[in-house]
């Protein structure tokens, strides 16, 4: 299997800005991540997602919330692979628990999720 651990949360004003990282590792399997995207979900509301990032090609995609703040990256090294999620131009309403998946295709598809990240935006 593979796991996946999110780091970077925290206590930021409105307006600044953070970086949150998840590091896939574990397995052979990280090899066959096909996309790695980030989830939030807030008190109250259903999880969404916020930006994606593709293996092949690394094309990106956003909600439109953060269109233009927020910025999806990855890289890989030796057997990990790790995805960023630069945001910046933080508002309240981007307060969640924010969540990284990875899909795995290897024979069979299925998702890795980890246990998330609380940012918090407030003054």
């Known amino acids: 299997q593979v796991q996946l651990v999110e780091s970077g949360g925290g206590l930021v004003q409105p307006g600044g800005s953070l970086r949150l990282s998840c590091i896939a590792s574990?397995?052979?399997?990280?090899?066959?991540?096909?996309?790695m995207a980030w989830y939030r979900q807030a008190p109250g509301k259903e999880r969404e997602l916020v930006a994606a990032?593709?293996?092949?090609?690394?094309?990106?995609?956003?909600a439109d919330s953060v269109k233009g703040r927020f910025t999806i990256s990855r890289e890989y090294a030796e057997n990990t692979a790790t995805v960023y999620l630069q945001m910046s131009s933080l508002k309240p309403e981007d307060t969640a628990l924010y969540s990284c998946k990875a899909t795995i295709r290897a024979g069979r598809t299925w998702d890795s999720w980890g246990q998330g990240t609380q940012v918090t935006v407030s003054s």
């Open positions: 574990g397995s052979i399997f990280v090899f066959s991540i096909t996309t």
């Open positions: 990032i593709t293996s092949a090609d690394d094309s990106t995609n956003y």
